[in-house]
């Protein structure tokens, strides 16, 4: 950063060279405001994607042949040739957002580079957000109380108990930054009050028009790409470089146009479909990529239901599923409560700018798929990942395979005598049976659905028809209802459904991203108690988007993602192994007798889903969280921490930090700390759940006098370095290989002893004697959600390289933030000497996979890639 600005002072920005023949004017807001005519620039503008037109935007506006310059402009408009060649280009997104478990390091982050700054001799003034920044508090609440007429409120009256540390700092934050907007805990899921409040679409700042453009510190950022707003999400470090208003380095990416055609059939949802097209670009291969939707398919889509295809662009391993503006857009937008001068504004502009879809666009993709909207199935995901598709017809089936199977990806390694167990028990006075595949959480949760109205109803239409046959949730089985945002709330109990699903346990818990990040909450002792005793494989059946292992619920090991009307038949079945088709839920009842036709869920949606809703919510959603706006609000530029804090402290990277860079030292004589396989996610490595009580983390949280039950979760300590370096490597499911083949949790083989011990506590060993430490990883290595703490707690650790055959695109530019070295077969190659610092910690030599493969097949050796690398591999069982 401190370099940066002393080249910027020394460079200075040049004039923008496209200000003389392409700046124009036209009217917006009542005045007139300025804006570049990117679509006469050249003509292949009209051959491009969409999304990369909002690049060029970016591109030229921000031209000052310093930081983006012409060339940057030249290689954009040639995209269809540079798209293969990884061209890297400077990017400056408009705005930023943040949800709290991420957000909270971020704004500690910037409090201690204040602090460094003023300690270099700078001025810490410089350390502020230099455009729009919003930050939404809902990942803080957890499904502590459930089924009954007041969770919301309990719930959250203990999140703010929980919580009160971290609220204080960021309202600190919200004081001391400029451009710094918080939405308080209790209003909504960021994605979707980004969707439904925050985009602005087309910015109009200071008289001058621009796209709206963001990148956020949460993967699922990306569900704003349904609204024709390019956004994707990056590691908290890149977005706190944007904040300061460097660009960011983004490789120039190839575009797949995905066609849509027909639409979807009677009783498929936008789940179905969202779940259908994670499957097949799975199967296509999107990572590092952009999606692009067109087609006459698209036209017979609900802007909800775009946003739910958008926002799991990261399961399907894209960085963005982008939907154009368009009719669709303008539509939804007034359906939202925006201003009229605010719709006027974005439909002008990007009907003159050319990013308004017609359908008639001569759009060269760089490859293209095609998907029959009439050929989508019923369907879930799971029962470890996403991207496994299960057709509901095959659930039966695939459950039993999962069962036998070895365990892995799709299976539990159950032996056969044992799949049939059934058990008797007593939960609550009522009496239950829990069997393998038995539901004991039950989750109607996450941005992906709850911001689509037609899932949401229909999930409350089945709620009314069951209760009108006669049926009932089973004992033990914890039910909730997570909504995005109040307007939920208000149209259910509008339309009558919500009482429904109130009946059926379905009560609303609480505004926030709850189950699908793990914040589940503790199921009934008897419940777990019977799962631990028996080793029954419980399931989750949740309308998420995340199911990796251990995320919704330590003892939940088959997990699935399913529509809400899903979630709530899962629920009154009581499990998963149900065959739908053939077998009633209960007394004869079954899913088709309850299932609602289309025309039932859009009369309803058409009814209760109303502008002046949106007006209502949002027009106090600063201030609506009473127990927020009493929290006290310490003023000052520097932030005043509390060494007593076991949620706020002042991390030790700028520890010791001069204006003279370090150089580059080699990697010598390292040691390996773990050996993983394949699919290690960013939860693998730094878990947002539960604490366990035996763990280091627990240990040093009890050595300060926090009591068990104020533990909380991982995430909400995420602005503590002391506890979230403790709880690196963390989770109860990970499989490293030093220790054992087939054994789980956080441990390895600290090599000098041969002792098995938490990893924690063996990097800490290594680090004492200054031995250096490596990971080794399979493909995918850091998939998952956007967590800059999966690369922050290696490093804290000592990690100085990961070698791992792939990466996951955030994760692999936390690493190199971090100074981490991410290897792998495709950065194989020696710097150059020439090389500056920065290109040699980002492309410092590996092994290529043929070699990391013989590594893993060695007992004890080391490797030796460069003179910068080397590292011993202890034998493992």
């Known amino acids: 950063m401190f370099r940066c600005a002393a080249r910027f002072a020394k460079a200075g920005p040049q004039a923008n060279p496209f200000d003389k023949k392409f700046l124009a004017s036209m009217a917006a807001d009542g005045g007139k405001a300025s804006y570049y005519k990117i679509n006469e620039i050249d003509s292949k503008y009209d051959t491009l994607p969409f999304s990369i037109r909002v690049l060029l935007e970016s591109a030229v506006r921000n031209c000052d042949e310093f930081d983006v310059t012409s060339k940057t402009v030249d290689n954009i408009l040639d995209w269809q040739t540079n798209s293969t060649k990884s061209i890297e280009i400077p990017f400056k997104p408009a705005r930023v957002v943040l949800q709290d ?487 004869g009842v079954f899913l088709r007798d309850i299932w609602p036709t289309n025309e039932e869920i859009s009369s309803v949606v058409g009814q209760h889903v109303t502008p002046a809703m949106f007006k209502e919510v949002y027009a106090n959603i600063a201030t609506m969280n009473e127990g927020w706006n009493q929290l006290p609000v310490s003023e000052g530029e520097f932030y005043q921490w509390d060494p007593k804090s076991t949620y706020i402290h002042n991390p030790p990277y700028f520890a010791g930090m001069t204006t003279k860079p370090p150089g580059v030292k080699a990697v010598k004589d390292a040691s390996c700390l773990a050996v993983f396989g394949d699919s290690i996610t960013t939860d693998h490595i730094s878990p947002a759940g539960n604490i366990a009580k035996d763990s280091p983390a627990a240990k040093f949280l009890s050595s300060r006098g926090v009591e068990r039950k104020d533990y909380n979760t991982y995430g909400s300590r995420r602005g503590n370095d002391e506890v979230m370096v403790r709880g690196t490597f963390a989770n109860t499911r990970l499989g490293n290989r030093l220790v054992g083949e087939g054994q789980t949790g956080p441990f390895t083989l600290y090599h000098p002893t041969q002792e098995k011990m938490y990893i924690f506590d063996a990097a800490m060993k290594y680090k004492e004697a200054g031995v250096p430490t490596v990971i080794l990883a399979g493909k995918e290595y850091g998939s998952g959600s956007s967590r800059d703490w999966a690369a922050k707690g290696p490093f804290l650790q000592g990690v100085k390289s990961v070698i791992a055959e792939s990466f996951e695109r955030i994760h692999r530019s936390n690493l190199v933030g971090m100074g981490i070295i991410p290897s792998s077969s495709r950065t194989a190659r020696a710097p150059s000497p020439s090389a500056s610092p920065a290109r040699r910690s980002s492309r410092s030599t590996s092994p290529t996979t043929s070699a990391l493969t013989r590594i893993l097949r060695s007992s004890a050796t080391t490797a030796r890639a460069s003179p910068l690398f080397s590292v011993s591999i202890p034998r493992w069982r």
């Open 101 to 587: 478990f991420t957000g909270v390091p971020c704004v500690v982050d910037l409090a201690a580079m204040r602090d460094a700054t003023k300690a270099l001799g700078g001025d810490a003034k410089v350390i502020n957000p230099q455009i729009p920044v919003n930050l939404v508090v809902d990942h803080s609440v957890q499904v502590d109380c459930a089924g009954v007429a007041d969770a919301v409120e309990k719930n959250l009256s203990m999140e703010m108990h929980r919580n009160r540390e971290r609220f204080e700092f960021l309202k600190w934050g919200s004081k001391s930054f400029d451009n710094l907007l918080i939405v308080p805990p209790g209003s909504g899921i960021v994605h979707q009050v980004n969707l439904e409040y925050l985009a602005h679409v087309v910015f109009n700042r200071n008289g001058f028009l621009y796209p709206d453009s963001v990148v956020g510190t949460d993967s699922h950022t990306t569900m704003i790409n349904g609204l024709g707003v390019v956004g994707w999400g990056v590691g908290g470090i890149e977005a706190e470089a944007g904040m300061l208003g460097q660009s960011l380095s983004m490789v120039l990416p190839q575009v797949v146009g995905y066609k849509f055609t027909g639409k979807l059939p009677e009783g498929c949802t936008a789940t179905d479909l969202v779940l259908t097209v994670v499957k097949n670009l799975r199967k296509l291969g999107v990572v590092g990529k952009f999606v692009e939707f067109y087609g006459p398919g698209v036209n017979a889509l609900s802007l909800a239901d775009r946003a739910t295809i958008a926002n799991m662009a990261p399961e399907y391993g894209a960085t963005t599923g982008y939907f154009p503006i368009d009719e669709e857009t303008i539509k939804y937008l007034k359906n939202t409560n925006r201003s009229d001068d605010q719709v006027a504004r974005i439909e002008n502009y990007a009907k003159a700018v050319g990013m308004f879809r017609t359908g008639k666009e001569n759009i060269k993709y760089s490859q293209n798929i095609e998907l029959d909207l009439s050929s989508v199935v019923p369907c879930v995901a799971g029962p470890k990942r996403p991207h496994d598709n299960v057709a509901l017809s095959e659930m039966p089936k695939d459950f039993r395979s999962c069962m036998s199977a070895k365990t892995g990806f799709k299976g539990f390694g159950i032996p056969e005598a044992e799949h049939n167990k059934k058990v008797e028990y007593t939960v609550d006075g009522k009496k239950a049976t829990m069997q393998h595949g038995s539901v004991v959480i039950a989750a109607i949760t996450s941005c992906t659905n709850t911001s689509n109205p037609s899932v949401l109803v229909a999930a409350g239409i089945v709620a009314k028809k069951a209760l009108a046959k006669g049926l009932k949730v089973p004992a033990g089985i914890k039910t909730s209802l997570s909504p995005g945002s109040h307007v939920v709330t208000k149209y259910l109990e509008s339309s009558g459904l919500q009482s429904s699903l109130d009946e059926l346990g379905f009560n609303t818990t609480g505004y926030g991203c709850m189950t699908c990040i793990g914040n589940s909450g503790e199921i009934a002792p008897e419940v777990s108690q019977c799962i631990q005793d028996n080793n029954f494989v419980a399931a989750a059946v949740l309308s998420g988007n995340r199911n990796f292992e251990a995320r919704i619920h330590p003892l939940t090991a088959a997990n699935y993602l399913a529509s809400p009307p899903l979630v709530v038949a899962y629920a009154l079945a009581g499990r998963v192994d149900i065959d739908f088709a053939k077998e009633p839920i209960a007394d």
